[in-house]
């Protein structure tokens, strides 16, 4: 027979997630009976030292996104103070860079540190709501990509421009210029270009 991997089963849902291997997989039980390789991690009594470094890193990791964008901010305004003093164009890209970095972050934070903060709280809680916090912070993170693009997209002008140019049906624009007819010999009074 080739080599079996171990399998690990957290305690608290450890005779949950057998009888469903029991009732699905069929090979499971033979399996059970010959090997011994079903470890069982206990996850009631986790490590402090592993539940503080997981506080710290999420915490760490909201204070810097929030830090972040608190700079962000103060650039933008720092930016319309020296607006006078550059021009038109570069004042336009430094404050389109950091609004996009800033709403990016904002996505990051939304989509990716707070589902996954909850999915370690509910770890390291052990409620019996872990499972759904799980179920619905996963979805909710992989949404992060899904997020940024649009963004992304929206945000950076270049970007923006290109994906206008896609959609077929923009409107031509017609302009109307309206002038004294004693401009024109002939007594036209206005000027229609499409």
């Known amino acids: 027979m080739g080599v079996i991997t171990p399998l690990i089963?957290?305690?608290?849902?450890?005779?949950?997630?057998?009888?469903?291997?029991?009732?699905?997989?069929?090979?499971?039980?033979?399996?059970?009976?010959?090997y011994s390789n079903i470890y069982v991690l206990s996850l009631s009594p986790i490590n402090d030292y592993l539940t503080a470094l997981v506080i710290i890193a999420l915490f760490l990791t909201f204070a810097y996104a929030l830090i972040f964008i608190t700079l962000n901010l103060?650039?933008?305004?720092?930016?319309?103070?020296?607006?006078?003093?550059?021009?038109?164009?570069?004042?336009?890209i430094h404050k389109m860079l950091h609004t996009a970095v800033m709403i990016q972050t904002i996505n990051l934070l939304l989509f990716a540190v707070v589902p996954i903060?909850?999915?370690?709280?509910?770890?390291?809680?052990?409620?019996?709501?872990?499972?759904?916090?799980?179920?619905?912070?996963f979805p909710i993170s992989s949404l992060h990509l899904i997020a940024d693009a649009p963004a992304l997209l929206h945000?950076?002008?270049p970007y923006r421009m290109f994906v206008m140019s896609l959609i077929p049906f923009k409107k031509k624009k017609t302009v109307r210029i309206s002038a004294p007819s004693e401009w024109f010999r002939g007594g036209v009074s206005f000027i229609t270009i499409t």
């Open 117 to 137: 903060s909850m999915i370690a709280g509910g770890l390291i809680c052990q409620k019996s709501y872990g499972n759904l916090i799980a179920n619905i912070g």
């Open 155 to 157: 945000f950076i002008k």
């Open 9 to 34: 089963l957290a305690e608290p849902y450890f005779d949950y997630y057998r009888n469903i291997l029991l009732e699905n997989v069929p090979i499971f039980a033979e399996l059970e009976k010959q």
């Open 74 to 92: 103060i650039v933008i305004h720092q930016l319309r103070k020296i607006k006078k003093l550059v021009s038109n164009s570069t004042y336009g």
